[in-house]
């Protein structure tokens, strides 16, 4: 009889709360649809799709649009079927027997997950009480411990903390390591090395069209780094990782400039709503700390976070429970709102 292999034996598939929700703040996602002109554009693309063919294996026109967008060069840029399979793909390629990865915690947990399946040997840095990353420290311990790629968040899922652009490049510069800053929350915040991304030959950052650009459903992902990497990137994905129809309707959300500039400043407006709104009914309570936040979430303290998780969801409303606790997305206005009405009645 066949028998699973040790490393995944016990290894549960994926499985998103179920159940449908009139409030999801669960995923960090976009709170809105895409709005009907850019959809408009979008059946237009549909058209010109030849779905009998391959796509363009270097996704080269979606590629030119993020590039513009970002103002990065095309040629340092890789699509992917989202951040996640860039993720498994360069902790699968660029690691090998007998090297070491190092990630932080608290952090993303796919980076740990990954590893694991890649058979790479993964250690954690943990963070300070503050849930901030003491860089020189971690500097000590990448170069001591011999480490060949460390990967995390900045801005941090689940945090929302980040560090500056100067920790990161003194980060960077201090270690012969592959660093990986995964920039998936970096929309909503200041503090990118994407303008540094040609100073480095050991960095390489991942963006999303997942969070501010409000594509999850598209799955793009996108990894950025200097020529010879970048070229090692493209070397090792398959082929067609990026299916037609996300390399077309990609391009389009790209050149949306001003559609995303404005969504952007309504997401951290409603973010910086939620975060004062936390902030008062913490003023009453000795254990509900939410955490300051620099992404479109807000990670909050508690040791009641199991019984709030399901007092909301009794309310239709749904956020992320982790243990001590909680994380709550930044929604639209509404939803920001009656997430903190129904905290209150929580609390009264
Ligand atoms: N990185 C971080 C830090 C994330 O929080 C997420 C999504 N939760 C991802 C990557 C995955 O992004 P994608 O949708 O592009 O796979």
């Known amino acids: 009889m066949y028998q699973l292999n040790d490393k995944i034996k ?9 159940g449908t929700y009139q409030i999801r703040l669960d995923a960090n996602e976009c709170p809105v649809n895409l709005p009907e002109e850019i959809r408009a554009q979008f059946h237009l693309k549909l058209d010109e799709i030849a779905f009998n063919r391959y796509p363009d294996p270097l996704a080269e026109r979606l590629v030119n ?8 060069k095309p040629e340092l840029v890789t699509a992917g079927n989202g951040s996640d399979e860039l993720i498994f793909l360069i902790e699968s390629a660029f690691m090998q027997k007998g090297d070491k990865m190092l990630v932080v915690a608290p952090d993303f947990s796919m980076y740990q997950f990954y590893s694991s399946i890649c058979e790479v040997e993964c250690d954690s840095f943990i963070k300070d009480e503050k849930l901030d990353i003491d860089v020189d420290a971690l500097i000590e311990k990448i170069n001591r411990d011999n480490i060949s790629l460390v990967l995390f968040s900045n801005p941090c899922n689940p945090t929302g903390r980040g560090i500056s652009r100067a920790e990161a490049e003194k980060l960077v510069s201090s270690v012969s390591a592959l660093v990986i800053l995964d920039e998936a929350y970096m929309d909503f915040w200041t503090e990118s090395l994407l303008d540094k991304i040609e100073d480095y030959s050991n960095l390489i950052i991942f963006r999303t069209a997942s969070k501010l650009v409000g594509s999850a459903a598209l799955r793009l992902g996108f990894a950025v780094a200097n020529l010879p990497v970048s070229r090692a990137i493209k070397a090792v994905k398959s082929p067609y990782n990026v299916n037609s129809v ?12 001003e559609y995303l500039r404005n969504r952007q400043k309504t ?10 709104g936390l902030k008062e009914l913490s003023a009453a309570q000795n254990d509900f700390a939410p955490v300051e936040s620099v992404a479109n979430f807000v990670f909050i303290k508690t040791t009641r976070a199991k019984a709030i998780w399901e007092f909301l969801k009794e309310k239709s409303i749904v956020v992320r429970l982790m243990g001590d606790y909680l ?12 997430v903190l009405q129904a905290l209150k009645e929580f609390f009264c």
């Open 267 to 276: 997401i951290v407006r409603n973010k910086e709503m939620l975060y004062n």
């Open 327 to 338: 994380r709550i997305t930044a929604g639209t206005e509404a939803e920001v709102s009656a």
């Open 246 to 257: 996300s390399q077309a309707f990609g391009e389009v959300i790209y050149q949306q400039k």
């Open 10 to 18: 016990n290894l549960v598939p994926y499985e998103p709360i179920s």
């Open 65 to 72: 649009s993020f590039a513009e967008y970002y103002g990065v």
